[in-house]
């Protein structure tokens, strides 16, 4: 009998006839988009539940990052890490940005702030850090570098969603974050992302942009985008909030389990939570180093034989895709902790509907090297 496929994350649905009333109201008043009442009303709970000011709702986070690259007005070189998702460095190349990729901090896997400074030159405006797997980076390093420098900040927060830094959300640090409620999030809806604003001002830029830069009726104050969320996806949105406790509860539980059951395995590293913040535990990285049995290449196949889809987060490294990789900061020699957590790095399933039959089994099979 072919044993039951768990994957790396599975998105949480809440059940589908709680979804009914919401597609009603969408069939009576007919408003499918253009910042509707649920639109209106995600914003709302949004900042109440995260704990910011302003948000503004995306189509997804990667026009999201596009656009508050826009709003700031940012140009010429933004440092950032090459661990990440792609969508990371290609929002600079979508607004004529160079990336310069910085290395990450062997702990945190984020960018490492100690080496920030060599890399500013003369064209640099801009910092665009990761808080990678939902850990905060090292917010007042970086913040103190972009203060001497006069640079901006823009944190991709894809995966920081509900994380608190210090008791307030890490969404507040730089001068704007950006969301991803990508399927694969802690909280999805479908599609869709955020950009976080300090001020009302910021927030009215970036709504402007979202939509093609229309301020009224005949005013079009920039070449903006579509980057505006539906209805649809607001609604859902809503819903998804209704049930986010529950789901971050049986993530920490998870985490808990892989943290004890792998305490101790010879090879085995599971990456440490940040001690002044709460974790959203989106995701579940180990590193798979030399003096464990087998590779991490050979363990993430003895797993997919098993039906296990663990995934290589992140592997390869942004800086070595072909539109990249002949950036002289691409170079391997300027990001040697990069490249070697992209080589031992593994993320284990992670996700509510997880049962401990799943979890045993992905143990084992991790245990067993
Ligand atoms: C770090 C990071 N940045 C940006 C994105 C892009 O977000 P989206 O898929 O919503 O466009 C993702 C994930 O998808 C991500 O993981």
Same mark, same amino acid.
Not at 108 to 120: C, E, H, Y
Not at 304 to 313: C, M, P, S
């Given at each position: 009998?072919?044993?039951?496929?768990?994957?790396?994350?599975?998105?949480?649905?809440?059940?589908?006839?709680?979804?009914?009333?919401?597609?009603?109201?969408?069939? +009576?008043?007919?408003?499918?988009?253009?910042?509707?009442?649920?639109?209106?009303?995600?914003?709302?709970?949004?900042? *109440?539940?995260?704990?910011?000011?302003?948000?503004?709702?995306?189509?997804?986070?990667?026009?999201?990052?596009?656009?508050?690259?826009?709003?700031?007005?940012?140009?010429?070189?933004?440092?950032?890490?090459?661990?990440?998702?792609?969508? /990371?460095?290609?929002?600079?190349?979508?607004?004529?940005? @160079?990336?310069?990729?910085?290395? $990450?901090?062997?702990? /945190?896997?984020?960018?490492?702030?100690?080496?920030?400074?060599?890399?500013? /030159?003369?064209?640099?405006?801009?910092?665009?850090?990761?808080?990678?797997?939902?850990?905060?980076? +090292?917010? =007042?390093?970086?913040?103190?570098?972009? *203060?001497?420098?006069?640079?901006?900040?823009?944190?991709?927060?894809?995966?920081?969603?509900? #994380?608190?830094?210090?008791?307030?959300? #890490?969404?507040?640090?730089?001068?704007?974050?950006?969301?991803?409620?990508?399927?694969?999030?802690?909280?999805?809806?479908?599609?869709?992302?955020?950009?976080?604003?300090? +001020?009302?001002? /910021? @927030?009215?830029?970036?709504?402007?942009?979202?939509?093609?830069?229309?301020?009224?009726?005949?005013?079009?104050?920039?070449?903006?985008?579509?980057?505006?969320?539906?209805?649809?996806?607001?609604?859902?949105?809503?819903?998804?909030? @209704?049930?986010?406790?529950?789901?971050?509860?049986?993530?920490?539980?998870? +985490?808990?389990?892989?943290?004890?059951?792998?305490?101790?395995?010879?090879? $085995?590293?599971?990456?440490?939570?940040?001690?002044?913040?709460?974790?959203?535990?989106?995701?579940?990285?180990?590193? #798979?180093?030399? *003096?464990?049995?087998?590779?991490?290449?050979?363990?993430?196949?003895?797993?997919? *034989?098993?039906?296990?889809?663990?995934?290589?987060?992140?592997?390869?490294?942004?800086? =070595?895709?072909?539109?990249?990789?002949?950036?002289?900061?691409?170079?391997?020699?300027?990001?040697?902790?990069?490249?070697?957590?992209?080589?031992?790095?593994?993320?284990?399933?992670?996700?509510?509907?997880?049962?401990?039959? =799943?979890?045993?089994?992905?143990?084992?099979?991790?245990?067993?090297?």
């Amino acid at each position: 009998m072919k044993m039951k496929s768990i994957y790396v994350t599975q998105p949480y649905l809440p059940p589908l006839e709680e979804f009914i009333p919401y597609l009603e109201m969408i069939w +009576d008043n007919k408003i499918l988009t253009n910042c509707g009442p649920f639109h209106q009303q995600l914003e709302e709970e949004l900042c *109440d539940y995260l704990g910011v000011n302003y948000i503004s709702l995306f189509a997804n986070g990667t026009i999201a990052l596009v656009t508050a690259l826009q709003a700031l007005r940012i140009t010429g070189e933004v440092i950032t890490t090459p661990y990440s998702f792609v969508a /990371t460095a290609h929002s600079l190349l979508w607004n004529g940005i @160079k990336p310069v990729f910085v290395d $990450i901090d062997p702990n /945190t896997l984020n960018l490492d702030p100690s080496r920030i400074k060599s890399a500013i /030159t003369p064209h640099t405006t801009a910092i665009m850090p990761v808080h990678c797997y939902g850990q905060p980076c +090292d917010v =007042d390093a970086i913040k103190k570098i972009a *203060d001497n420098y006069n640079l901006k900040v823009i944190y991709d927060a894809a995966h920081a969603f509900g #994380v608190k830094l210090r008791n307030g959300s #890490v969404l507040n640090y730089g001068d704007l974050s950006v969301l991803s409620f990508h399927a694969t999030k802690v909280f999805n809806t479908f599609e869709g992302g955020a950009i976080i604003s300090p +001020d009302a001002k /910021t @927030k009215q830029r970036i709504d402007h942009l979202k939509n093609f830069g229309f301020a009224d009726e005949v005013t079009v104050v920039a070449p903006g985008i579509n980057g505006k969320m539906s209805e649809l996806n607001a609604a859902f949105g809503l819903l998804q909030l @209704k049930n986010i406790e529950a789901a971050l509860a049986r993530r920490n539980e998870i +985490d808990n389990i892989y943290r004890i059951q792998l305490a101790g395995i010879k090879g $085995i590293h599971c990456l440490n939570g940040c001690e002044q913040a709460s974790s959203n535990h989106s995701y579940f990285p180990i590193l #798979v180093q030399p *003096d464990y049995p087998i590779s991490r290449d050979a363990l993430y196949q003895r797993l997919k *034989d098993n039906n296990i889809y663990a995934r290589r987060y992140f592997y390869p490294l942004i800086s =070595d895709f072909p539109m990249y990789r002949s950036m002289p900061s691409a170079e391997h020699k300027n990001l040697p902790v990069a490249t070697i957590a992209a080589a031992q790095v593994l993320c284990l399933p992670i996700h509510p509907a997880l049962s401990s039959a =799943d979890l045993r089994r992905i143990i084992d099979i991790v245990k067993g090297g």
